[in-house]
């Protein structure tokens, strides 16, 4: 099983402030992704990766960006910050298993924009 | 990807089997049923998955019908731990594993 983790895991921040939302992994996955869930809502799929300098857009249009500079690695970045970003962000790794792919996801991270 | 339907919510006495259905009428043959779980807004947790044939692990099992339309999600002796959302769904990885999670099934486990 995956070692996934996210940092912080709540976060109270002002509007227009600039935010990195971290997530590391310790099991060498290739594949990386980003989901965003309201409460009591579904999981939506906002961005992934392949690997190392691959990032791609999920079905979710959001206005987050994303980085992979190192494997381990998936940083999610808002440059400013807006109430209607609060939600939760959850990130997730995958290693293959039978010719698929399972997803090991974090803690996750409480984002409250005021 | 195909869609799946599952009640919306359903109860289990602690101790006994929880048994969730899953429709995925309009599965094809390369697609894989996944399950995971959300237990109180944490991160999904994988449980299990499969193609055809049914699956066990240690902590649950998978019966996939004969017909790949429907599936079952069983755990044995479920406790109040158990209480998630449990959430199948049918998958082909093709280039990245793309899980589009549903509303899902509410277990309730009770004493």
């Known amino acids: 099983e995956a070692d996934i983790y996210q940092t912080p895991r709540y976060l109270v921040i002002g509007t227009g402030k600039k935010i990195t939302l971290e997530c590391s992994q310790t099991m060498g996955h290739d594949k990386m992704y980003w989901y965003q869930q309201d409460p009591g809502m579904e999981l939506h799929l906002i961005h992934y990766?392949?690997?190392?300098?691959?990032?791609e857009k999920g079905d979710l249009s959001s206005e987050s960006t994303v980085s992979r500079i190192r494997t381990e690695h998936f940083p999610l970045t808002l440059e400013s910050a807006r109430p209607s970003h609060t939600s939760q962000y959850l990130c997730a790794s995958s290693v293959r298993d039978r010719d698929q792919e399972t997803q090991y996801f974090g803690p996750g991270t409480r984002l409250l924009v005021l | 990807d195909a869609k799946t339907t599952q009640p919306t919510s359903m109860d289990c006495a602690e101790g006994r089997a929880a048994n969730l259905p899953c429709n995925h009428s309009t599965i094809s043959g390369n697609e894989y049923v996944y399950w995971y779980r959300q237990i109180h807004s944490q991160g999904p947790q994988y449980i299990i998955h499969g193609l055809k044939n049914n699956e066990t692990n240690e902590m649950a099992s998978l019966i996939i019908t004969e017909d790949r339309k429907s599936s079952t999600l069983i755990l044995p002796h479920a406790t109040l731990r158990d209480t998630a959302v449990y959430y199948c769904i049918v998958s082909f990885s093709g280039g990245y594993n793309k899980l589009i999670f549903g509303a899902g099934t509410r277990l309730a486990v009770h004493p």
């Open positions: 990766s392949y690997g190392v300098n691959s990032t």
